[in-house]
């Protein structure tokens, strides 16, 4: 069945360094990813989304890339702040009624 | 602030019991999604409406159903509790019914089973 798959240790970074996220998928080709950002006990919240044609898209200090050969989507956090530190979760359609979100990855950025 | 509102914030009842989760979209929004969190599962899509109508079903139990009125707001019925049933229930709304969209997410509601 088709699957998103985030490690679900907590990544620990020190600040202004940057954090990398990952976002495998199987079983199936997404025609687009998305990233949301959780904050504990909060609805999640947009922040990108990248089509299966776009190698690369960025926002501010965002940077998300698809890479369809891996059948890997990656999210960059640049210049990482203390409030950046949240859980990211990737989502995607499999096709009718499959809207599919990973387990999210907790990012925890240190002073 | 979303704009996408649910209530009731905070659900305690007993196993057995039935409740009812309402969610209002974003001005505006014609789809609505129910979304199930729990610690375990992450989050799970339960159903979509858009414009009133069914458009996508996930893993909703039997004992899980929902609808979305003309006002375009959706309500959540959930009967027969059981403990698992224990888990946050966030709604989420966007403008157009593919879930391409970006989704809106309410501040959620937390129901506890006993």
């Known amino acids: 069945s088709q699957k998103i798959e985030q490690n679900s240790e907590a990544l620990n970074i020190q600040e202004g360094k940057t954090a990398t996220l990952t976002c495998n998928y199987t079983?199936?080709?997404?025609?687009?990813l998305q990233w949301y950002r959780q904050d504990p006990g909060r609805g999640p919240v947009f922040l990108l989304l990248?089509?299966?044609?776009?190698k690369e898209k960025r926002k501010e200090r965002l940077k998300v890339t698809f890479d369809t050969t891996l059948k890997q989507s990656l999210f960059h956090i640049t210049a990482s702040q203390p409030a950046d530190s949240a859980t990211y979760l990737c989502?995607?359609?499999?096709?009718?009624?499959?809207?599919?979100f990973g387990a999210g990855t907790r990012l925890a950025v240190h002073p | 602030d979303s704009g996408v509102t649910q209530t009731p914030k905070h659900l305690i009842t007993a196993t057995g019991q039935r409740v009812t989760l309402r969610c209002s979209p974003r001005?505006?929004?014609?789809?609505v999604y129910w979304y199930q969190q729990s610690l375990d599962q992450g989050l799970q899509f339960l159903i979509q409406?858009?414009?009133?109508?069914?458009?996508a079903k996930g893993n909703i139990l039997e004992r899980f159903s929902a609808q979305q009125f003309p006002d375009l707001h959706s309500e959540l019925n959930l009967s027969s509790l059981e403990l698992g049933d224990s888990a946050l229930y966030f709604c989420?709304?966007?403008?157009?019914?593919?879930?391409?969209?970006?989704?809106?997410f309410g501040p959620g509601t937390r129901l506890t089973v006993l």
């Open positions: 989420a709304s966007s403008a157009q019914q593919g879930s391409y969209n970006e989704q809106f």
């Open positions: 079983n199936y080709s997404p025609a687009y």
């Open positions: 990248i089509r299966e044609n776009e």
């Open positions: 989502f995607s359609s499999g096709g009718y009624n499959k809207l599919i």
């Open positions: 001005s505006g929004d014609l789809s």
């Open positions: 409406y858009y414009n009133g109508e069914e458009r």
